[in-house]
């Protein structure tokens, strides 16, 4: 795992500056802390931060080809490396490391474009071709790997592994983007390809970006890879298949020279991926945290870790989210509100300072079928088509319109919001079940100017489009397939590469692998959602190998409450929502978010999320302005 950093000028043969390369490329020492490398002539530059995972002599970035024309700088790992070696040396190809970043660059010069369709991993870089004048970004399929570009001054492009180094470079456009904001209040993350700063964009995932010498636009922006849109026949033996397909990627996910361990919160998937792993790597260390305060899930945890016999380490802990929330933007480098990020960091934390790769659970929820709201967006799209549409949005829409608010009451209680959901067509009723502060309160924060400049722009669209890419008879591929492109890279993935690479650690969640996603997704209905209980066909793979705990257990994670602090200091958040940060932005009602405070704190209404995707935004908002303080008092 490492960092990658570029400036690319299409139309200037000039050498880009070292300095600035290198300033770039010590913005991201936590992705790298092994070794640092740059590659600089015409027209390009690259810079590189390296933490050693394979072949630790032989691996250093960017690297070259042998007559120096192609050049790589590589963030990821490869897991199907051994075996394009060999189809490479098949063809007269020689290889001089053990690295499987030489796969990639040997791979360009024998396939082009098609080596992507070829690589089984977690990847983002950029390579250069200088016979071709072409220079190539890419993204993994899933978007475990980040990658940003900005333009720059005179047509020139620049790109990095995260958000800092774009925006420690002059000339590339500051400001808000209103649209991300948006998405932001409504989500709890800036979905791609935008980011939260107007200047700077994302590249999606499983998509390729074909810069060209002498073209001021780039050539060409392609998906190469997408998820299935309709559901296969089922497999005969599923659960077999299923234990197959998954231990096959834990085992290629345990490729390393260096101490490997694994996530454990005593739930379903990290359970699983760890008993598959400690079969198939003795000794593998295994990690837990718990907060206080919180559900203890440390002793099923410890179930699995004695009876696997991984070298297991638990840590209790407090987490202060006040506190929590004005750090996101360091790491995120814009707002990120998903709070589980704290929890996250704290057992990456403790992993790092036993080994540098870790494995995962994450993806098992998304690929089958795990969350809470894939089992009521199925059953509401039952009762949607026995009901008439005009039915359903007269008559249910004014029953939810006037029935009471019960924003505290569990789910099944709140009919209002199940009633308004039910009103709606299908995308628009599982984007309600996904949106963390719906469009009447969310617009209602703002000071009118931004109201006025999103006008028309709806963070519902998105879902709208993707659901409509899948079968409208399988309503459960439909939002499945949704949050693969929005909530997995969005939020998951985001949250677990930049938690896990502060702490320079690497993380793989073999359930991601995308050969199983590809089986998962398209596995029947019944396999994935059944009586109400998701990853049926998991359950029955691991039924030999987990305890019973495990597998009839709720849905665990590391993370836990966060309303009862907020009700506790909400003379703090008061103050921070109604400081200088959020009210000099000008992109709030002060009234609006003093409101907001008060329902909560007075027990009328649960508003932890939006609070905390608040507090989170006003710790961006304050980051953001000492910089220009600082120029100012040195000017």
């Known amino acids: 795992m490492c960092g990658l950093t570029g400036l690319f000028h299409p139309l200037d043969p000039a050498i880009p500056d070292r300095g600035t390369l290198t300033r770039m490329t010590d913005l991201l020492r ?39 024309k192609v050049v790589i700088s590589f963030n990821g790992e490869i897991y199907n490396h051994a075996e394009l070696r060999t189809a490479l040396q098949a063809l007269g190809h020689v290889f001089r490391t053990r690295s499987d970043t030489e796969s990639i660059l040997l791979g360009w010069r024998a396939w082009g474009l098609g080596v992507l369709d070829r690589l089984d991993g977690m990847f983002a870089f950029a390579l250069w071709d200088r016979d071709r004048g072409e220079l190539l970004l890419a993204r993994d399929r899933l978007g475990e790997k980040p990658l940003h570009y900005a333009r720059t001054p005179g047509g020139g492009f620049a790109f990095a592994s995260e958000l800092a180094p774009l925006l420690a470079l002059p000339g590339v456009a500051r400001g808000m983007n209103h649209a991300a904001l948006e998405d932001f209040l409504a989500l709890g ?23 060209r010498r002498g073209a001021a636009e780039p050539a ?28 096959a990627a834990v085992r290629a996910r345990l490729m390393a020279d260096v101490p490997l361990g694994s996530f454990l919160s005593g739930g379903l998937d990290s359970g699983a991926v760890t008993a598959l792993a400690a079969q198939a790597h003795k000794g593998i260390a295994s990690f837990t945290i718990g907060f206080e305060g919180a559900e203890d899930e440390s002793a099923i945890a410890a179930m699995v870790a004695e009876r696997y016999g991984t070298e297991h380490r638990t840590q209790s802990a407090t987490a202060d989210y006040l506190a929590a929330a004005r750090g996101q933007a360091a790491i995120f480098g814009e707002p990120f509100g998903d709070h589980s990020a704290v929890p996250t960091l704290a057992v990456c934390t403790l992993a790092r300072k ?76 599982y984007y309600r079940t996904v949106c963390k502060l719906h469009h009447e309160k969310r617009r209602g924060l703002y000071a009118a100017g931004v109201r006025t400049t999103l006008d028309g722009y709806d963070p519902s669209d998105r879902f709208t489009g993707l659901m409509a890419e899948c079968d409208p008879e399988d309503s459960l591929l439909q939002a499945q397939y949704a949050d693969l492109h929005t909530y997995l890279p969005g939020d998951i993935l985001t949250k677990l590469d930049r938690t896990s690479m502060a702490v320079s650690l690497e993380v793989r969640p073999p359930l991601l692998a995308h050969p199983m996603v590809e089986w998962g997704m398209a596995l029947p209905a019944h396999l994935k959602l059944q009586g109400g209980v998701g990853k049926q066909i998991l359950r029955q793979a691991m039924a030999p190998m987990l305890p019973n705990e495990v597998l009839s257990g709720p849905k665990r994670g590391f993370a836990q409450g966060i309303a009862g602090q907020f009700r506790e200091r909400a003379e703090v958040v008061r103050a921070r929502l109604g400081g200088e940060a959020m009210l000099d932005s000008g992109l709030f009602d002060a009234v609006a978010l003093h409101r907001l405070v008060d329902e909560h704190e007075s027990g009328r209404a649960d508003h932890a999320q939006p609070i905390w995707q608040l507090l989170v935004l006003e710790g961006f908002l304050r980051g953001a302005s000492e910089p220009a303080e600082a120029e100012m008092a040195q000017a």
């Open 30 to 68: 936590h992705r790298g802390p092994d070794g640092e490398g740059f590659h600089t002539e015409p027209h390009l530059g690259l810079g590189h931060r390296r933490l050693a995972i394979v072949d630790l002599a032989g691996g250093a970035q960017p690297m070259a080809t042998p007559d120096g």
């Open 189 to 211: 993350y800036v979905p791609d390809p935008h980011s939260m700063h107007i200047g700077i964009q994302r590249l999606p995932p499983a998509h390729a970006l074909l810069l």
């Open 220 to 247: 060409a922006l392609y998906r190469y890879w997408q998820p299935p849109t309709r559901a296969a026949a089922a497999p005969s033996d599923a659960a077999g298949e299923m234990t197959r397909r998954l231990d």
């Open 354 to 429: 036993h080994v540098t790769v870790a494995l995962s659970g994450d993806g098992g929820d998304e690929v089958f079928a795990g969350y809470r709201r894939y089992r009521f967006h199925k059953l509401s799209e039952g009762v949607r088509r026995m009901l008439p549409a005009g039915v359903r949005r007269q008559v249910i829409g004014r029953l939810a319109a006037a029935y009471p608010v019960m924003a505290r009451a569990p789910r099944w209680l709140r009919a209002r919001n199940t009633l308004t959901e039910l009103s709606l067509d299908s995308a628009l009723g």
